[in-house]
């Protein structure tokens, strides 16, 4: 049985770094890409970042670039989420999310392409 664990979550302050971790279980992860998503309360679910199979290639949403960075150890089958200079706006439930790729270069920012979801944590970023 597939499961992806996000911790890492919490309440801070604007300004304020968090680095969030995926652990998955049941696959290895070195043969899946892999991504994070967030959902704010009555928005759809955005893709933030996502890093490639092998060779760590890396893609993010505009509005994170520079502040949050995805990386991977294989060896622990963690993926991790460091979120430096938190906005109000980065305020959401936040996903990780494993999609089963034959390329070892390939990142994937569309939902619907990923194989296995965790049940999210929740970063609120105050004021």
């Known amino acids: 049985q597939v499961q992806l664990v996000e911790s890492g979550g919490g309440l801070v302050q604007a300004g304020d770094s968090l680095r969030l971790s995926c652990a998955a279980s049941g696959l290895t992860l070195r043969s899946y890409a892999m991504g994070w998503f967030r959902q704010a309360p009555g928005k759809e679910r955005e893709f933030v970042a996502a890093i490639s199979r092998n060779y760590g290639r890396t893609y993010y949403v505009d509005s994170v670039k520079g502040r949050f960075s995805i990386s991977r150890e294989n060896a622990k089958n963690t993926v991790y989420l460091q979120m430096n200079s938190l906005k109000l706006e980065d305020t959401a439930v936040y996903y990780c999310?494993?999609?089963?790729?034959?390329?070892?270069?390939?990142?994937?920012?569309?939902?619907?392409?990923?194989?296995?979801w965790g049940q999210g944590t929740q970063v609120t970023v105050s004021s």
């Open positions: 999310a494993a999609h089963y790729s034959t390329s070892a270069y390939a990142t994937y920012s569309v939902p619907d392409e990923y194989d296995y």
